[in-house]
């Protein structure tokens, strides 16, 4: 069965930085498309971020590009997204997807192709 946790999110002041990371059990990650997603109150959940099983082929959102940047350590069967420059508007609980994609692929998921999540992890950024 395929866990996901997501970890490192927190309190943080504007233009601060954090790293969140997103451990995969029951699977190996390098089969596997990740995403980032975020949900601010009242908003829809939003795909700010996505990397490809293999190969390294990433998306940004126009909302993080240049901020953000997702990697993927298929030998921690662990994924990140260190977000830098926070503001406000990046306050949302962050969560972390997976499509089962196969090896050598560099296919990226669109938003709703996800299917496996984690619990999610909060991040306020606020003076």
């Known amino acids: 069965q395929v866990q996901i946790v997501e970890s490192g999110g927190g309190l943080v002041q504007p233009g601060g930085s954090l790293r969140l990371s997103c451990t995969v059990s029951?699977?190996?990650?390098?089969?596997?498309?990740i995403g980032w997603f975020r949900q601010a109150p009242g908003k829809e959940r939003e795909g700010i971020s996505f990397i490809s099983s293999h190969f390294g082929t990433t998306y940004y959102a126009d909302s993080v590009k240049g901020r953000f940047t997702i990697s993927k350590d298929d030998t921690k069967n662990t994924a990140y997204l260190q977000m830098n420059n926070l503001k406000p508007e990046d306050t949302a609980v962050y969560y972390c997807?997976?499509?089962?994609?196969?090896?050598?692929?560099?296919?990226?998921?669109?938003?709703?192709?996800?299917?496996?999540w984690g619990q999610g992890t909060q991040v306020s950024v606020s003076s």
């Open positions: 029951g699977a190996n990650l390098d089969l596997y498309a």
């Open positions: 997807g997976g499509r089962r994609t196969g090896p050598y692929n560099a296919y990226l998921p669109g938003p709703n192709e996800y299917n496996y």
